[in-house]
């Protein structure tokens, strides 16, 4: 079975600083690994995915993700924060193996970028 | 990638009643996913919706509560019977219109029970 754990619930960071928000995942097989984005009442946007290759992705909006297998992490990050960024951030994972369409979502970050 | 239009945005329904909420695409997909996010939690799915087949539900959604048509390639209801203040939720559709796990949503149906 496939399971995501976001860390943190709630990450606060000033703007123009950088940020880290940490997903990792459990699964028995490889696994395809995304993060969308949530702005207050709208629905998901993909910002990245990790399907095979480089395992350093580069999303939309200046976001970027590692996947590391042997810690089994994918975690997002931005050098450089705006107020725009506020938003719920949700890592998900999808079966790799047989390649099943449903994802597994974490239960996200919300980042509050203070002025 | 993919458009999805869903509707309503939102709604406030008694309890006991029954609401259907529609999801349409810009291009033809063969599957469609329908997920809950219930308040302050993250998405869980509850069924897979193939053009010409019965939906395919999860673990702890049954037809009878969730039932589904998938008429054709671009369009797919969902249904939420008899509804209690539980299934106060935001439901949202997904397709991967691009063939390349490019899962794209909906902007979700904020759903209130009474």
């Known amino acids: 079975a496939q399971s995501v754990t976001q860390l943190d619930s709630q990450v606060p960071v000033f703007e123009e600083a950088p940020v880290e928000l940490r997903c990792n995942y459990s699964?028995?097989?490889?696994?395809?690994l995304f993060w969308y984005v949530q702005y207050p009442n709208q629905g998901l946007q993909l910002l990245l995915k990790y399907l095979s290759g480089s395992t350093l992705v580069k999303g939309i909006n200046g976001f970027e993700a590692e996947f590391n297998k042997s810690q089994t992490s994918f975690h997002l990050r931005k050098p450089s924060v705006h107020i725009s960024d506020t938003a719920e951030y949700f890592c998900a994972v999808s079966d790799g193996i047989t390649g099943a369409n449903n994802l597994f979502f974490g239960t996200g970050t919300r980042l509050t970028v203070i002025p | 990638s993919a458009v999805i239009s869903q509707k309503p945005s939102r709604d406030i329904c008694q309890r006991g009643t029954s609401l259907t909420i529609q999801c349409q695409v810009d291009s033809q997909v063969t599957m469609m996913f329908w997920y809950r996010q219930q308040p302050g939690q993250s998405l869980t799915l509850i069924a897979t919706?193939?053009?010409?087949?019965?939906?395919?539900?999860e673990s702890g959604f049954v037809i009878d509560k969730f039932p589904i048509s998938r008429p054709n390639l671009t369009f797919s209801t969902l249904t939420v019977s008899n509804m209690s203040p539980e299934d106060s939720s935001i439901y949202l559709c997904?397709?991967?219109?691009?063939?390349?796990?490019?899962?794209?949503f909906g902007s979700g149906t904020r759903l209130t029970v009474v």
């Open positions: 997904s397709v991967d219109g691009t063939g390349n796990y490019g899962y794209t």
């Open positions: 919706a193939n053009q010409g087949s019965e939906a395919t539900y």
């Open positions: 699964s028995s097989v490889s696994v395809y």
